[in-house]
């Protein structure tokens, strides 16, 4: 992977699947890191490959972001959907709860669960939740914006009657969570830890199974849900940056409204 058309062609991979300019410069800068660990040639930056990388976002920047929001019905209609798709009846209450967690707290995935099975420590960990009779408060202890560590804290309120409740699905979720696992808040039956690719391949396929439209429609989308859903209710430009934490008024780019049908 140190040699120069190794990166490149890990980059054209990279794009291949999809995935943004800015996601492939944590890639580098990881290998660029473990490179040098091991004493090896580090060729990260080179001629071609910050070329490819400065090329990659360029086309980025003239090609507007094409993700739909996952407002309140459409989270509907994958909560329903992942009845038939997840493999047991523990993954489905597992799923739901992660599902509406990142629609209500306006969640980035990675703030919400593991980087990968092995990940114990990564996403919420099930001592930063307070479950209390009508609202559930998360403290979450770093974000993409919180770089220091001063934390914030989400509360989520009891919605009656809705199937998506956030506080509901939790609490649906923390009755059949394994005792004494992990400490990261989202597990399987097993005790490991549910992964972004997990999350991301399930709600791909519970996206098809719902029968919506699934360009667009990613793990992000949830976030920009949140943002769209809050401005459609005519909450103003500072709540909805306080709801996604946002520390500029960047929410404005999340707010989406024409994409809402």
């Known amino acids: 992977m140190g040699s120069i058309p190794s990166l490149v062609g890990y980059l054209s991979h990279l794009r291949g699947m999809g995935r943004v300019a800015s996601y492939a410069r944590k890639h580098v800068a990881a290998i660029a890191f473990f490179v040098k660990a091991a004493g090896g040639r580090d060729n990260t930056g080179c001629f071609l490959v910050r070329q490819a990388l400065k090329g990659w976002q360029r086309l980025e920047g003239a090609r507007p972001d094409a993700r739909r929001p996952i407002d309140s019905n ?16 523990a993954e489905v209450l597992l799923f739901r709860a992660a599902f509406s967690l990142a629609f209500y707290g306006a969640f980035r995935v990675g703030e919400l669960v593991a980087r990968s099975k092995t990940d114990d420590g990564g996403g919420l960990q099930w001592t930063d939740l307070e479950l209390q009779e009508g609202m559930l408060a998360i403290r ?3 974000s993409k914006t919180d770089q220091l560590g001063r934390g914030s804290r989400i509360t989520l309120h009891r919605c009656p009657g809705e199937k998506v409740c956030p506080v509901a699905n939790l609490e649906a979720y923390m009755a059949i969570r394994p005792v004494g696992a992990g400490s990261a808040l989202l597990l399987h039956s097993d005790a490991t830890p549910l992964s972004r690719y997990q999350f991301t391949r399930v709600l791909a396929k519970a996206v098809a199974a719902a029968g919506l439209p699934p360009g667009g429609l990613t793990p992000h989308s949830f976030r920009i849900g949140a943002a769209t859903t809050a401005a459609a209710m005519g909450l103003g430009g500072r709540t909805v940056q306080r709801i996604g934490r946002w520390r500029s008024d960047c929410y404005k780019r999340y707010v989406r409204l024409e994409m809402l049908n």
Do not use: D, F, K, Q
């Not at 459409?74 to 959907?81: K, Q, S, V, Y």
């Open 74 to 89: 459409r989270l509907a209609a994958i909560w329903e959907a992942l009845g038939a798709i997840c493999a047991s009846p």
């Open 140 to 142: 979450l202890a770093r």
